[in-house]
């Protein structure tokens, strides 16, 4: 495994950092949401501290509510004093500034510890973070840090790069989470806001370096690219080895759901280093980029001249959907995202015409 030190923290941190949002589970009863195999998640999160990893990043709602508290099981018998704890503030529940202390009250109990390494403010946007500006946000963390709830601050985010910009301008934070990885690097807070945030000294831990999954299972024609490489890497490979080579990113998540993937990122990542890919090397992980770009289905460009539909309709983020699922070959992606378009009564099935 290899460490990189984490900012002004004074902290060295692993690379690989394990997300618990996809933790192993069990069959479903009818109607419910699969529970977490306890037995099985704590015996990932142990076997990958034991192989080096050393960030553990959590959330008040991963897992319906399940994964802090387990979470916190896998952290017993010694293995919470081996590694860097987050967890996050659900900005969206605080409607008065006294939920904030509420909230990480209530997250240390269900973790079972007296204080987090890390306390993020959780999937901010410019209007969230407002709202938490209205709260006093500062006072809340510095209050946390003084009384040894927290050690150190930090964020995670989804918005544009002026929206990250500004945030990161707001407070002194300690890092920032952001989503990032080669498809991604003009989306939300882009390369140039990860590289903004370098120049200010927040360090990087990256979220969703696999697109949730889809970049270590690509389609037949971009796998088959892949393999005619001389690198002869894994797609989980060049997914995790183009965002470790940016040395702004100090941890790279991985939200693992086998033992099989802790055993494969362990090996992948004794290799992961800043400003370890060739020029050759990055202009192949173009070629990728610009190969799932061309697997689009419908050409819209989401101008929304077709908006507002006379029936209700969202015709631009129905292509998107489509178009998703059509670039990863994925139609389980599709009929995922698809029942929010119709939960969202704003379907296909409402056409009459067009």
């Given at each position: 495994?290899?460490?990189?030190?984490?900012?002004?923290?004074?902290?060295?941190?692993?690379?690989?950092?394990?997300?618990?949002?996809?933790?192993p589970?069990?069959?479903a009863?009818?109607?419910?949401?699969?529970?977490?195999?306890?037995?099985?998640?704590?015996?990932?999160?142990?076997?990958?501290?034991?192989?080096?990893?050393?960030?553990?990043?959590?959330?008040?709602?991963?897992?319906?509510?399940?994964?802090?508290?387990?979470?916190?099981?896998?952290?017993?018998?010694?293995?919470?004093?081996?590694?860097?704890?987050?967890?996050?503030?659900?900005v969206?529940?605080?409607?008065?500034?006294?939920?904030?202390?509420?909230?990480?009250?209530?997250?240390?109990?269900?973790?079972?510890?007296?204080?987090?390494?890390f306390?993020?403010?959780?999937?901010?946007?410019?209007?969230?973070?407002?709202?938490?500006?209205?709260?006093?946000?500062?006072k809340?963390?510095?209050?946390?840090?003084k009384?040894g709830?927290?050690r150190?601050?930090g964020?995670?985010?989804?918005?544009?790069?002026?929206?990250?910009?500004?945030?990161?301008?707001?407070y002194?934070?300690?890092?920032?989470?952001?989503?990032?990885?080669?498809?991604?690097?003009?989306?939300q807070?882009?390369?140039?806001?990860?590289?903004?945030?370098?120049?200010?000294?927040?360090?990087?831990?990256?979220?969703?370096?696999?697109r949730?999954?889809?970049?270590?299972?690509?389609?037949?024609?971009?796998?088959?690219?892949?393999?005619?490489?001389?690198?002869?890497?894994?797609?989980?490979?060049?997914?995790?080895?183009?965002?470790?080579?940016?040395?702004?990113?100090a941890?790279?998540?991985?939200?693992?759901?086998?033992?099989?993937?802790?055993?494969?990122?362990?090996?992948?990542?004794?290799?992961?280093?800043?400003?370890?890919?060739?020029?050759?090397?990055?202009?192949?992980v173009?070629?990728?980029?610009?190969?799932?770009?061309?697997?689009?289905?419908?050409?819209?460009?989401?101008?929304?001249?077709?908006?507002?539909?006379?029936?209700?309709?969202?015709?631009?983020?129905?292509?998107?959907?489509?178009?998703?699922a059509?670039?990863f070959?994925?139609?389980?992606?599709?009929?995922?995202h698809?029942?929010?378009?119709?939960?969202?009564?704003?379907?296909?099935?409402?056409?009459?015409?067009?």
């Amino acid at each position: 495994m290899n460490y990189v030190p984490f900012g002004k923290t004074g902290e060295n941190v692993s690379r690989l950092g394990f997300g618990t949002m996809r933790l192993p589970v069990l069959p479903a009863k009818p109607g419910e949401a699969a529970p977490v195999d306890e037995q099985e998640a704590i015996k990932m999160i142990r076997s990958a501290i034991d192989g080096g990893v050393s960030y553990i990043d959590t959330a008040y709602i991963y897992h319906n509510g399940t994964s802090e508290t387990i979470t916190g099981n896998a952290l017993k018998n010694g293995y919470r004093e081996k590694v860097l704890l987050t967890t996050k503030l659900p900005v969206w529940l605080v409607e008065e500034e006294k939920q904030m202390d509420e909230l990480l009250d209530e997250q240390l109990k269900r973790l079972d510890v007296p204080y987090l390494d890390f306390y993020l403010l959780h999937s901010l946007s410019l209007d969230s973070f407002r709202k938490m500006q209205s709260f006093n946000y500062k006072k809340f963390l510095e209050r946390a840090l003084k009384d040894g709830r927290i050690r150190h601050t930090g964020f995670s985010f989804h918005d544009d790069k002026n929206a990250f910009k500004e945030i990161i301008d707001d407070y002194d934070w300690d890092m920032a989470q952001i989503q990032f990885n080669y498809l991604d690097v003009d989306a939300q807070a882009t390369v140039e806001g990860l590289k903004y945030a370098g120049e200010k000294q927040v360090p990087i831990v990256v979220m969703e370096p696999l697109r949730g999954g889809v970049l270590a299972n690509p389609p037949k024609q971009i796998a088959e690219m892949m393999s005619s490489n001389a690198r002869k890497y894994s797609p989980a490979e060049w997914a995790f080895h183009f965002v470790g080579n940016f040395s702004e990113v100090a941890t790279i998540l991985s939200g693992m759901s086998t033992q099989e993937q802790v055993d494969d990122n362990l090996r992948i990542f004794k290799s992961v280093k800043s400003n370890s890919l060739s020029q050759e090397d990055l202009k192949f992980v173009e070629e990728l980029k610009a190969a799932y770009q061309r697997r689009t289905a419908i050409a819209c460009t989401n101008c929304k001249y077709c908006q507002p539909c006379p029936q209700g309709v969202a015709i631009p983020r129905i292509f998107e959907v489509f178009n998703e699922a059509y670039k990863f070959e994925s139609t389980e992606r599709l009929r995922w995202h698809y029942k929010s378009i119709v939960k969202d009564k704003q379907d296909a099935s409402l056409c009459v015409e067009c």
